[in-house]
């Protein structure tokens, strides 16, 4: 069964530095994976897409990674921003007849001004 | 920009009432998911459905819950019988795509309180 874990839990950093949150899985075999952000009440915002033939893609200030063979992927912010505070959650595209996320718990992210 | 939409934002139910969540996924979308989010919990996988008929479904799924695409905009998912535990944050999806291709969209999700 596909277990994702986001390490930290929580992150809290001034504005203006560059962060990197982890999230790990452990079955290789997916489809892709996909990171949202999502505001305390709120839905779930898709920010970025990585297909498991690609290492890397970039939206703006962030960039994801995959390591499909060590089961990791990093999201990289550059210059965070007050704005950038939210959870970030990271999931995995897998199933075997169909398509599920599975989806980590998240890391909660203060960005202070 | 084409966004999913699900009504209600907030339902309060009694315990052993049915609920049906409403969703309106991307117009031109095929693949319909519903998953679930228990507070502070993970968000969880319910079920996918595709050219009428549900593909897969979690372990949660269980006969208390079902789904349909009434006409050509509407997905729903009918809780029926609700238990104080079905209370969470229900998530409508869909995507273009199947598969290593699927960039899933999520709505702002219903708030389920059975009490």
């Known amino acids: 069964k596909q277990e994702v874990t986001q390490i930290p839990a929580a992150l809290s950093v001034p504005e203006g530095e560059n962060l990197v949150l982890n999230c790990s899985f452990t079955d290789s075999a997916i489809y892709n994976l996909q990171w949202f952000r999502q505001d305390p009440g709120k839905g779930l915002t898709s920010l970025l897409l990585?297909?498991?033939?690609?290492r890397e893609q970039t939206s703006g200030r962030l960039n994801a990674s995959l390591d499909k063979s060590s089961g990791r992927s990093t999201l990289y912010i550059a210059a965070s921003q007050p704005g950038d505070s939210a959870t970030y959650l990271c999931?995995?595209?897998?199933?075997?007849?169909?398509?599920?996320?599975?989806f980590g718990k998240g890391t909660k992210l203060s960005v202070i001004p | 920009e084409p966004e999913v939409t699900q009504t209600p934002s907030h339902q309060v139910t009694q315990m052993g009432q049915e609920v049906i969540l409403r969703c309106v996924p991307i117009s031109n979308h095929l693949y319909f998911y519903w998953y679930r989010q228990i507070l502070g919990q993970k968000v969880e996988f319910l079920v996918s459905?595709?050219?009428?008929?549900?593909?897969?479904k979690s372990e949660i799924f269980d006969d208390q819950f079902s789904v349909e695409r009434p006409d050509g905009s509407n997905f729903t998912l009918k809780i029926r019988s609700t238990k104080l535990e079905d209370s969470a944050m229900y998530f409508c999806?869909?995507?273009?795509?199947?598969?290593?291709?699927?960039?899933?969209?999520f709505g702002q999700g219903t708030r389920l309180t059975v009490v």
């Open positions: 999931a995995v595209g897998t199933g075997a007849g169909s398509y599920q996320l599975t």
């Open positions: 990585i297909q498991s033939s690609q």
């Open positions: 999806a869909s995507s273009e795509y199947p598969y290593e291709n699927t960039e899933a969209f």
């Open positions: 459905f595709y050219n009428n008929e549900i593909s897969e």
